[in-house]
């Protein structure tokens, strides 16, 4: 007779390793913008662009919004559900806060006549290097979105709460990502 003992070794949830693949892909994505971006400006023809003003404020918005997200996360352990929902929706805010600055940025660049097209290569990698990035912010508010909904309705507690640990993986992985492309344009310039 053999006999054979099961141990139990935790699962890793395949939603967890499909995010950590796109992310993955995105890192990819943008590696290769910033390397084109290099190459690019060794061939000359490039100007320096200087942040405006709300492209300072939106990282400080986003950089908060990750300390808020880990609020939401500290408060689902504790089964403390009223801080969860308010943490979520202050993320939230903070999210929206962030795209709107961003638009605001954009709105200052044009009024210093940097535009994406029919100007430099530099204007035009830099337009398309941060509107990527604003296009991932989208579906990391709708993320936050859903998230704060089922937050609402109280669908998360201290042993289920992986769609929000989810939300937090995604939206930690923009927050870095944007730090990584402002210090990366700032210094490339």
């Known amino acids: 007779m053999n006999i054979t003992l099961e141990t139990s070794k935790p699962k890793i949830?395949?939603?967890?390793?499909?995010?950590?693949?796109?992310?993955?892909?995105?890192?990819?994505?943008f590696a290769g913008l910033t390397s084109g971006l290099v190459v690019r400006q060794a061939e000359g023809n490039w100007i320096t662009i200087v942040f405006p003003?709300?492209?300072?404020?939106?990282?400080?918005?986003?950089?908060?919004?990750?300390?808020?997200?880990?609020?939401?996360?500290?408060?689902?352990?504790k089964n403390n559900f009223s801080s969860v929902k308010t943490w979520l929706i202050v993320t939230l805010?903070?999210?929206?806060?962030?795209?709107?600055?961003?638009?605001?940025?954009?709105?200052?660049l044009v009024h210093q006549g940097v535009f994406f097209t029919g100007g430099t290569a530099s204007a035009s990698f830099f337009y398309a290097i941060t509107a990527l990035h604003l296009a991932h912010m989208a579906?990391?508010?709708?993320?936050?979105m859903f998230t704060s909904g089922k937050s609402i309705m109280e669908k998360?507690?201290?042993?289920?709460?992986?769609?929000?640990?989810?939300?937090?993986?995604?939206?930690?992985?923009?927050?870095?990502?944007?730090i990584y492309l402002f210090l990366f344009l700032s210094l490339a310039g």
């Open 93 to 108: 805010g903070l999210g929206l806060a962030f795209v709107f600055s961003q638009f605001l940025g954009y709105n200052a």
């Open 139 to 144: 579906g990391g508010i709708l993320a936050l």
């Open 13 to 29: 949830a395949t939603e967890k390793i499909l995010l950590w693949l796109a992310m993955a892909t995105m890192v990819m994505l």
């Open 53 to 77: 003003t709300p492209f300072y404020f939106s990282t400080a918005f986003i950089l908060l919004s990750s300390l808020t997200m880990g609020m939401a996360i500290s408060a689902v352990k």
């Open 156 to 178: 998360y507690n201290s042993t289920n709460y992986l769609g929000m640990q989810l939300c937090s993986t995604f939206w930690h992985f923009l927050g870095g990502l944007w």
